[in-house]
């Protein structure tokens, strides 16, 4: 708006006029088309690390890398052109393998690449989401309203939700109750099934950690339980999972949960009743599987944190209490929250 | 004689609470007070709340709505108090020739019981999963009428007289200032001179109520809307000039005035304000800042006045164990500015901003004292629809309905019949801005007609935001 203040104007719509087809007089009236401060919430804690300017290992690593694909290559050439030189046959058999090996390994990197772009683009989306409701602000709202519609456009898991966001599409609302609105119809049910996949990874540490029979060999059960979950929690969310991005999903998760202290005193005290406690007394495997499930949830809840596009105000937000329940009660069927 | 007036009054609210609390444990009640200056928009507002709620309307940002299984009006609890004819408003605004519901004239009062699915296995199994919500609607002159309860008749006095002074009202009170100063507080009661000092004092506050001017503290309510009181000698007193420290012995025309002041105070205020005010759960205030922008900065600051002062009576806080036995406070309060559908969507910030500075005092109490505050920009049947008009290559954000007949924009004079799209000025950026006369003719909001119903709901602004804040929490 300028400084000058503009004048109070009518425009009278005759009734002639309203059934005249377009174009219409000057001036023209274009209706707008009709259809049928809170809590604030923070974006999870991800310590930004230190850049450092030069390094010599990531020199070492890229070199080396380069000589490995040079002598790869190089490799693969001879190999096609000895092929060629002892039949033709054999030579353009080798030449297609060698052209869909590529053509996988392009595949993959430029999977990779998207990985990482939607890993961005939620944390982009994230910091727009709190910024519309921390601020009330219309511009930001409507980013995150688009994005996100168009993020979750084409799963059938949210159309319901989506479809019944768009019913109010019209009515006013301040920009930060529209993204609540949003996050209240759409997220609300990826949370439940979010809720289900941390449950259920956790209960699978226990059992794994409580059977297998050597130590070491449940650090790798429960390190690939665990990098599954977050797969299935990104993709939940909208992420597209890669290893590349799951790798940083990863890395943010235990940053995250290295900030907010994860290790918080009162949980502590429930690992100590539970591992050492009853349970540990009925069964050292046992307990140390129960501890492990616990720190499963812990992650698992910390990694959706990070992944869910709209932050979530503390109060609203799931205690580790709620799945530690469903957690002992293991053997039974899942209870649909 | 204060102390023991403020004595008795603790007492009466206390011995109500304790029977409210009895009450409440076999039916939790809900008292929400809709409290507003009249033409304010109460009745409107307590129409869209019970047809919204009884018929189940779209309302996005009324969480608990899902959990509500059955909404309907039951009798209400005091026999004595006619009932709110929802039904009779209801037909008003529906029918045909749509209009608004009139004035209200007369105190009614209504009870909606919300039966809804509780949570918890507690709640389930041992609480009824009913709220009964009553609400009062009342002529909105008679809550001026609440700060002369802290008032004697010479602060009073002095009060209005001094106020008649300054413009605008000083042209109006031309006709009661002359009889005014040919009264004297000392001579011999007059009853003729009290009856004739009594109207023009009314006729004084009648047009101060104008369109024009568009004034809002105007007490004492009743001389506006006498409701069943009209003719009777508790309305026949005016202010009159009295010095402080003199006596006035019985017989005189000061002594006179004082009592009936007093008799009116103690018979007509208290009352309505402890049977109706003295206990309530939650509060919305609606303010019509639209008209008093229209009328100009004069019609702003005496706004606030009002509002400051009327909000000064009320019980805020947040409530505890001892407040939940002897008379609850009210722990949630939030400020509509009312008819925001008169403005296009892009401009109820600025309209919040300014109501914000009109309740500032108001707001600043309540946070103080623990109550939970809010404001918004509210339209409990919105009567238009959004429009752009594109004009000399600008875009002006405009509102379209129909206006009511006999409204007046420019040279424009509508006929009640045809559709227009009204652009009605911008507000303010600032909200001090509306206090300081840079506002002078710059806008000019236009009264629509009821909006047809679509899909047999109102349309509304904000009224789910609003419920939401008011009742929510009382369904978990």
Request: charged share 25%; hydrophobic share 45%.
């Amino acid at each position: 708006m300028t400084d000058s203040y503009r004048k109070p104007t009518a425009f009278v719509l005759d009734d002639e006029e309203k059934n005249k087809p377009k174009p219409r007089a000057k001036p023209s009236i274009e209706f707008e088309i009709e259809n049928s401060k809170g809590e604030l919430v923070a974006l999870p804690d991800i310590p930004i690390g230190a850049r450092r300017k030069f390094r010599w290992g990531f020199i070492l690593v890229s070199a080396l890398g380069a000589l490995v694909s040079l002598w790869a290559g190089f490799a693969i050439t001879t190999l096609v052109e000895d092929f060629f030189a002892r039949s033709r046959m054999l030579g353009w058999l080798t030449l297609g393998v060698a052209a869909l090996a590529a053509l996988a390994a392009l595949a993959i990197i430029f999977r990779e690449i998207w990985g990482l772009l939607r890993l961005k683009r939620i944390e982009y989306i994230q910091l727009l989401s709190t910024r519309a409701i921390n601020l009330d602000e219309k511009t930001a709202s409507d980013e995150t309203i688009a994005s996100l519609q168009s993020l979750y456009a084409n799963r059938h898991d949210t159309k319901w939700g989506m479809t019944s966001f768009n019913d109010h599409g019209n009515d006013i609302m301040d920009p930060r109750d529209r993204v609540k609105l949003f996050d209240r119809l759409v997220l609300k049910s990826l949370d439940e099934e979010s809720h289900r996949i941390i449950a259920r990874r956790s209960r699978r540490v226990t059992l794994l950690t409580t059977v297998t029979p050597a130590a070491a060999l449940d650090i790798l059960f429960v390190a690939a339980q665990n990098l599954r979950m977050l797969r299935e929690l990104a993709e939940l969310y909208g992420g597209r999972p890669s290893t590349l991005s799951t790798l940083k999903l990863a890395r943010m998760v235990v940053s995250h949960l290295a900030v907010t202290g994860g290790l918080a005193l009162s949980d502590n005290l429930i690992q100590h009743v539970v591992g050492k406690g009853v349970l540990g007394r009925l069964s050292a495997r046992f307990g140390e599987g129960a501890v492990n499930g616990i720190m499963t949830s812990r992650i698992g809840l910390a990694a959706r944190d990070v992944c869910r596009p709209i932050p979530q105000p503390d109060s609203k937000k799931e205690s580790l209490g709620s799945l530690l329940r469903e957690l002992v009660r293991f053997g039974e069927t899942p209870p649909t929250p | 004689m204060v102390k023991l007036q403020k004595v008795l009054d603790g007492g009466r609210i206390a011995a109500a609470g304790l029977k409210d609390f009895a009450a409440g444990l076999v039916n939790p009640t809900l008292r929400l007070g809709v409290t507003g200056l009249s033409r304010s928009g109460k009745t409107v507002f307590i129409i869209a709340l019970v047809h919204a709620l009884a018929k189940g309307a779209r309302l996005p940002l009324f969480e608990a709505k899902g959990r509500i299984t059955r909404a309907y009006l039951e009798p209400q609890p005091d026999d004595d108090l006619p009932r709110f004819s929802y039904e009779d408003h209801l037909a008003r605004l529906t029918a045909n020739e749509r209009a608004w519901p009139e004035s209200t004239k007369r105190i009614s009062q209504l009870r909606l019981t919300l039966e809804y699915e509780p949570r918890g296995i507690f709640a389930r199994n041992f609480q009824s999963g009913k709220l009964h919500v009553d609400i009062v609607d009342y002529p909105g002159e008679w809550l001026l009428d609440l700060p002369l309860m802290q008032m004697t008749y010479l602060q009073w006095s002095a009060e209005t007289i001094a106020a008649s002074h300054k413009e605008p009202r000083a042209t109006i009170a031309e006709a009661w200032s002359k009889h005014l100063a040919s009264l004297n507080a000392g001579a011999p009661a007059n009853e003729l001179d009290a009856v004739k000092a009594a109207e023009l004092f009314t006729a004084y506050l009648a047009a101060c109520r104008k369109d024009e001017v568009s004034l809002s503290s105007l007490p004492p309510g009743r001389f506006l809307m006498p409701g069943d009181m009209a003719g009777s000698p508790l309305l026949t007193f005016a202010p009159l000039n009295m010095s402080p420290g003199q006596d006035y012995p019985k017989g005189t025309m000061g002594e006179l005035m004082e009592r009936r002041y007093n008799s009116y105070v103690n018979k007509v205020v208290r009352p309505f304000f402890f049977g109706h005010f003295a206990r309530l759960d939650r509060q919305i205030v609606l303010v019509d800042m639209l008209s008093a922008l229209n009328a100009g900065t004069a019609a702003v600051q005496d706004l606030k006045t009002a509002l400051t002062q009327v909000m000064a009576c009320f019980r805020l806080g947040a409530n505890s164990i001892i407040s939940d036995l002897f008379g609850r406070k009210i722990d949630r309060i939030l400020f509509a500015a009312t008819k925001a559908d008169l403005l296009h969507q892009t401009s109820h910030d600025r309209l919040e901003n300014i109501l914000r500075m009109i309740v500032d005092d108001a707001s600043t109490r309540a946070e103080f004292s623990g109550a939970k505050i809010e404001v918004a920009a509210l339209a409990a049947i919105r009567a238009t629809r959004e429009a752009k008009v594109h004009q000399k290559g600008e875009d002006l954000p405009c509102i379209a309905g129909v206006p009511q007949a006999g409204e007046v924009l420019g040279n424009i004079t509508f006929d009640g019949i045809r559709e227009a799209a009204i652009f009605p000025g911008d507000l303010p950026p600032t909200a001090a801005q509306a206090l300081d006369g840079t506002l002078q003719g710059q806008l000019k909001f236009v009264r629509f007609r009821p909006p047809p119903m679509k899909d047999k709901e109102f349309p509304h602004i904000r009224l789910d935001r609003t419920l939401d804040f008011l009742l929510g929490d009382r369904f978990s």
